[in-house]
Structure formats: structure tokens, C-alpha cells
């Protein structure tokens, strides 16, 4: 059974940095898609981006300008950096596995059948 | 950007009654659409893809259908763990976008 769990700080200053870090067990890294995803309290899902174990990333073009991701395949982890962050960036980060059902996940995003738990960041001084 | 609008925003029903939600895009997105469930502190959970398609292990009381532009969610007879929020999500480009929720609340 695949399981994800996200880890990092749960407080950062505003105009600092976000960063995130997805271990995968149970399965490997390799030959998926995996994405970032996060919901401010109460609120909707608004996907981040993703990145291959190539390390070809799509992001939210929204937050393009301040979001950079990585994956360690030999860690089976994948990391997420939000510059700049403020108050509005408060939010649970989730990550999750892509899946591509009968098209691949090549040229557009896949559904997501496996999450992280979840983690709470709080932008604030 | 494909923008999704689910209603009700909330719906009250009982245990027993059918829910039926309602996604609908902005533009087509042929049948590349997903249903998840959300429960207070939990992750969203995959039920349905490709508009119709139960994931693993979901119960034969979800269905889901439509294509192009409008999407129903079916819960035949709720059950009390069905209590939830719902979301759709398409993914006919490579920019993921979720609805904005329907809570199926106990009446």
C-alpha cells in the first residue's frame, strides 16, 4: 500500500520561504507523476504542481513565479519551495499521486489516488 | 483556465435519500472528470474518474455520469459515512482545477 507523508516547518515568516518535503513509502517513486496540492481552512483544493521522477515539472500558473519543485528518486521523496509567501499562502499542503486512467499524464494532469495526511502552514511573524 | 461550479453548496438529506451533485465546467472536458469525498481532517479520497469509472474499493452506491460541459454525482441511499464534501476535478490539460465543494449534510 502506497502511502505519502508530507513534512517541514508548520510556521513560516511572511516574504520567506515555504518548504515542503513528500516521502513516499510502500512503493516506488519512479514512472509516476506527483503533485502538490493545498486548501486554506474552510476553502477549496487548488493544485500547485507536479513534477515526474525525471524531474520535468508543470506548475499552477498562478503560482508559477514563486514555486520550484525537486524529487530524490534514491530518497523516494519530492520537495516543494514557495517563495515569497504571505498570509494567503496559510494553508494545508497535501501531496499526492497521479493517476492517469486510460490517457497518460504526459501532456495533461492525472486524478490523485493517493494522499499525504496533510500539513498545516501557517505564514505569519 | 477551466473553471468548475458545483452545486447545490450545500445539500440536507437523511439517511436512506439520494444525493445528486452537480459539477459543471466552463468549457468541455470530454469525460476527463473525478469525484472525491472529503471528510473533517482527512484527505480528499478518489471515487469516480473519467466521469464514471468507481475507483478501488469505492461502494456501488456512487456512480457518476456526463460528459462535455455538465456532471452528476449519484449516492443512491446515504449511508451516515456519506456525510461529507464533495469535490469535482477535470483533467483535460495539465492544469489541474477542482470545484468549489458541495457539503452533503445530515437534515
Known amino acids: 500500500q502506497v502511502q505519502l507523508q508530507e513534512s517541514g516547518p508548520g510556521l513560516v515568516k511572511p516574504s520567506e520561504t515555504l518548504s515542503l518535503t513528500c516521502t513516499v513509502s510502500?512503493?516506488?517513486?519512479?514512472?509516476?507523476?506527483w503533485s502538490w496540492i493545498r486548501q486554506p481552512a474552510g476553502k477549496g483544493l487548488e493544485w500547485i504542481g507536479r513534477?515526474?521522477?525525471?524531474?520535468?515539472?508543470n506548475y499552477n500558473p498562478s503560482l508559477k513565479s514563486r514555486v520550484t519543485m525537486s524529487v530524490d528518486t534514491s530518497k523516494n521523496q519530492f520537495s516543494l519551495k514557495l517563495s515569497s509567501v504571505t498570509a494567503a499562502d496559510t494553508a494545508v499542503y497535501y501531496c499526492?499521486?497521479?493517476?492517469?486512467?486510460?490517457?497518460?499524464?504526459?501532456?495533461?494532469?492525472?486524478?490523485?489516488?493517493?494522499w499525504g495526511q496533510g500539513t498545516l502552514v501557517t505564514v505569519s511573524s | 483556465e477551466i473553471v468548475l461550479t458545483q452545486s447545490p453548496a450545500t445539500l440536507s438529506l437523511s439517511p436512506g435519500e439520494r444525493a445528486t451533485l452537480s459539477c459543471r465546467a466552463s468549457?468541455?472536458?470530454?469525460?476527463?472528470l473525478a469525484w472525491y469525498q472529503q471528510k473533517p481532517g482527512q484527505a480528499p479520497r478518489l471515487l469516480i474518474y473519467?466521469?464514471?469509472n468507481r475507483a478501488t474499493g469505492i461502494p456501488a452506491r456512487f456512480s457518476g455520469s456526463g460528459s462535455g460541459t455538465d456532471f452528476t454525482l449519484t449516492i443512491s441511499s446515504l449511508e451516515p459515512e456519506d456525510f461529507a464534501v464533495y469535490y469535482c476535478?477535470?483533467?483535460?490539460?495539465?492544469?489541474?482545477?477542482f470545484g468549489q465543494g458541495t457539503k452533503v449534510e445530515i437534515k
Open positions: 510502500g512503493g516506488s517513486i519512479s514512472s509516476y507523476y
Open positions: 468549457q468541455s472536458v470530454s469525460s476527463y
Open positions: 473519467d466521469a464514471s
Open positions: 476535478q477535470q483533467r483535460s490539460n495539465w492544469v489541474g482545477t
Open positions: 513534477i515526474y521522477t525525471s524531474g520535468s515539472t
Open positions: 499526492a499521486r497521479e493517476y492517469c486512467s486510460s490517457t497518460s499524464c504526459y501532456t495533461i494532469v492525472g486524478y490523485f489516488d493517493y
